[in-house]
């Protein structure tokens, strides 16, 4: 059988909870005006009502009030039955209003106007007040308000008179309350339901940023293993096909291999561009900053694009330079890379200059040319994807236009400021900003210690790669440039000391090739210039070999670049070299 009190609610708990902060507003309210009702009635009522009635309104119904917060307060923990509870509160509240109507029927004193203004007082606080803090239950308000100011208004009518003008206004005033209570509790359900609404969009908007997460590093697990598993055909192919041009080939055949060149030339820095793209957008590159030499890593950048600038005729110039700066060395070898290359690549038969100025406390980093340029109308969007600058004029290649947002992107990752202007058919000026100058110049030690030059003819290189095209095509090339060449798998004995070791980093075997490396060196007992090249170069394995000593290229190498890090290790300070193609 339904409790007399029983109803629906909405949004019960959370009402529970909203009620179970109010009991002390509660408590104190309750209490200051029964005790002011007493005074009011003493000489009309006999004492011991008076004490009845004082015992229940000061002790037994806030102990009842207390009991039902705690109640609410502890919801969770035991379990509550909402329904009990609120037909509980209800019940509470209707027995409050009958005492208190009672009261007032019988207590209102119509011989002192002081004490019957007062008394009218109260009632209209105790249910204005009620109506706020018991407008979350809005049916215990109506349980309370009717019998208090109904039992008011029917002992105000027996009075008679103009008293019974006054009975009305009890009437409507009642009616009143009861409507603000009912306009409470329909903008507490209107504010329950629209933080439900909020909640549930927020738990889904966590859901999908949970299932994007998922999805990113599903992403990028795969692009780890197609990372290794697409560089090694493709470096295997660009070393074959430079090979091929010391064969004799006719017209046609140099065609072809001239295609070929430049569409795995095309592939290789597509594939490098996606892949740089998508360690920025998944926050994969961590700045590890440090003081270094300036001009060290300009002098390096310069050097590994020499080789690329004289096939197109370019004059690539730098302004040496004595600066020092704080920042990530290998990000901002990098983007001045990128830059040095593009330029190259934009500007054949032109000069171009690299070099730096100091205002203050910031070094500022330029890169100009005298290429073709940029048109007016692409130049306010250079840095976005897919935005070639020069998409028809000398130079142009197969891109997806990654370039220039990656440098952007890096940028912004390292606190810098990039400053691009350009005049078609004019050249072009792009300005690295907001290097922090350091002032602390202590050498960085070398990151190959107490190795020799390499020389550069003659030179025993030994190969070690677990792929035997990319062996093949790595070592015939390397022969044709004069280099004494010994190709081997990671599983075979190394015999002769190398003048430079060039190793495949996942070897398939119980050790990688930075520790094989280490080995070779330790059972030569000497240290021997070592190139780590891979087709998964992560942070890891990159401080790894910058621990050892070692540089790092990322696969598919082409053989401009092979050439530029055989050229960089035959100088003491190869350290900058790290990472040389991640960016290009």
Known sequence: MKSAFSTTVDFQADRARLFARAPAKIFFGHIASACVLIYLAWDVLALHWILLWAAHEILLTPTLLYVLGKQAENAEETNLNHNLWQNRLHALFALVGLSWGTFTFFGLDVQNPAHFSMQMAIVAGASAAAARSLGIFKFSFFFYE??????????????????????????????????????????????????????????????????????????????????????????????????????????????????????????????????????????????????????????????????????????????????????????????????????????????????????????????????????????????????????????????????????????????????????????????????????????????IPNADPLPSIGARILIVDDNPEVLFGMAALLKKWGYVVSACSPDQEIKTVPDVILMDFHLNGPINGIQLAKDIAQKHSTPIPTAIISGTINDEIEQSAKDAGFLTLHKPVSALQLRSMLLAMTTKSAETVTRTDDFT
């Open 146 to 447: 009717i019998p208090f100011t109904g039992l008011l208004a029917i002992r105000i009518f027996f009075m008679g008179g103009d008293f019974i003008l006054l009975g009305v206004l009890v009437v409507i005033f009642m009616i009143m309350m009861c409507g603000l209570a009912n306009d409470t509790s329909e903008e507490l359900s209107d504010y329950l339901a629209t933080k439900l609404e909020n909640l549930d969009l927020a738990e889904k908007y966590r859901a999908a940023a949970t299932d994007a997460d998922r999805a990113n590093s599903a992403k990028t697990q795969f692009l780890a293993q197609a990372n290794h598993d697409l560089r090694q055909p493709i470096h295997a192919i660009a070393l074959l096909s430079e090979c091929l041009r010391d064969q004799p080939l006719d017209k046609e055949g140099t065609e072809i291999l001239n295609t070929i060149d430049t569409s795995v030339d095309n592939l290789s820095k597509l594939f490098k561009s996606l892949l740089n793209i998508t360690s920025l957008d998944a926050g994969g590159l961590h700045p590890e900053m440090s003081s270094f030499s300036l001009d060290e890593v300009l002098r390096q950048t310069v050097r590994q694009a020499q080789p690329e600038a004289d096939e197109r005729g370019c004059e690539l110039r730098i302004v040496p330079t004595s600066y020092w700066v704080k920042t990530d060395k290998a990000l901002l070898t990098s983007i001045l890379q990128n830059l040095v290359f593009n330029a190259v690549k934009y500007a054949p038969n032109a000069k171009i200059l690299v070099g730096a100025r100091v205002s203050g406390n910031k070094i500022a980093v330029h890169v100009l040319d005298q290429g073709s340029g940029v048109p007016d109308h692409l130049t306010s969007k250079i840095f976005e994807e897919f935005v070639r600058g020069n998409p028809h004029g000398p130079g142009r290649t197969d891109g997806l236009g990654l370039g220039l947002s990656i440098v952007a992107r890096t940028a912004k990752l390292l606190n810098l400021d990039v400053k691009f202007s350009s005049k078609e058919n004019i050249g072009t000026h792009v300005c690295i900003m907001g290097l922090t100058r350091a002032y602390d110049k202590h050498q960085l030690a070398s990151a």
